[in-house]
């Protein structure tokens, strides 16, 4: 079941009004694999179970095409990492309002496929990185 979400954090302006619609709540598992496809076979994660909330940030656009993807927590830290895929080789997620357990648990997560993971240190920094993603 899709839900959606308005961000209602004050510190994060640039974002609030825009939906973000969350397709994994947390504690869902999502699979990889893809049936007779050997593309996906030797991906290092076969699926996931996710920490957090994930879904996509609609008006935003990932290197992928599609809809800016984020992992939606319970504090205050705000990031992202690149991840590699087979069908592009860099993908950014969002992490918005998550705990440092939850960031942790993020990382552990995905860690097979992670290129670069960055928090940042101002909201200031953060509605920067996400103005490059806005369609």
Do not use: C
């Amino acid at each position: 079941m899709t839900s959606v979400i308005v961000v209602q954090e004050k510190s994060l302006k640039s974002v609030m009004g825009n939906k973000i619609v969350i397709e994994n709540p947390k504690g869902s598992y999502k699979s990889f694999e893809i049936e007779n496809d050997p593309v996906w076979k030797d991906y290092p994660l076969a699926g996931v179970t996710y920490p957090v909330d994930y879904g996509y940030i609609d008006g935003y656009k990932s290197e992928d095409g599609h809809d800016l993807d984020v992992f939606v927590g319970s504090g205050i830290l705000n990031g992202y990492i690149k991840i590699w895929r087979y069908d592009v080789p860099i993908e950014t997620k969002f992490a918005l309002n998550v705990t440092q357990k939850e960031w942790d648990d993020i990382i552990k997560t995905f860690s097979p496929v992670i290129r670069e993971q960055k928090v940042f240190d101002t909201t200031e920094e953060f509605e920067k990185a996400l103005s490059l993603y806005e369609k």
